[in-house]
């Protein structure tokens, strides 16, 4: 959800959690980002789509900019995976089953609002695909202690 924060209020926010959190406190933070390291939209008119057709006030920060913001407010960062290959079959999938149930959709909503959101997962699922957009899901703990955090030390345990 960093995506709806606004880079200006990445200091707030990251500090907001980290004030939350216990010593040695976990943060996962999960957002979509742009794959452009300058922070550039896509292009084509896509951003301009989806500010005024889907989610406004949107801004996808390059995983480096989060990173570093995280690690303003003290943050460690233990680890960071990328879900775009997912997110781009999720997408996908929720966009079959739309197309697929199209009769029933125009009974919920309005035709313009069906237009968009055909589009929205059509499009989004090819921007992951493409790579033009990720999403990523950083781990980071609030240890204020010297030494070793307590987490295990491989991925094993995620996925219990």
């Known amino acids: 959800m960093v995506e709806h924060v606004g880079q200006k209020n990445f200091p707030a926010?990251?500090?907001?959690?980290?004030?939350?959190?216990?010593?040695?406190?976990?943060?996962?933070?999960?957002?979509?980002?742009?794959?452009?390291?300058?922070?550039?939209?896509?292009?084509?008119?896509?951003?301009e789509f989806m500010e005024k057709f889907?989610?406004?006030?949107?801004?996808?920060?390059?995983?480096?900019?989060?990173?570093?913001?995280?690690?303003?407010?003290?943050?460690e960062v233990y680890d960071v995976e990328s879900l775009r290959p997912h997110y781009a079959r999720t997408l996908a999938h929720w966009s079959r089953r739309l197309e697929g149930t199209l009769s029933a959709?125009?009974?919920?909503?309005?035709?313009?609002?069906?237009?968009?959101?055909?589009?929205?997962?059509?499009?989004?699922?090819?921007?992951?695909s493409q790579g033009w957009l990720n999403v990523y899901q950083v781990i980071a703990t609030g240890q204020e202690a010297n030494g070793l955090t307590e987490l295990p030390l491989t991925r094993a345990w995620m996925y219990r």
Do not use: C, K
């Open 13 to 47: 926010y990251f500090g907001a959690v980290r004030n939350m959190l216990r010593d040695g406190g976990l943060f996962l933070n999960h957002g979509i980002t742009s794959s452009d390291a300058e922070g550039r939209t896509v292009g084509s008119g896509v951003s």
């Open 105 to 128: 959709a125009q009974m919920m909503v309005r035709d313009r609002t069906l237009r968009v959101w055909r589009t929205y997962l059509a499009g989004s699922s090819l921007a992951f």
């Open 54 to 75: 889907v989610f406004p006030h949107t801004e996808l920060p390059h995983l480096h900019t989060i990173i570093r913001e995280m690690a303003a407010q003290n943050f």
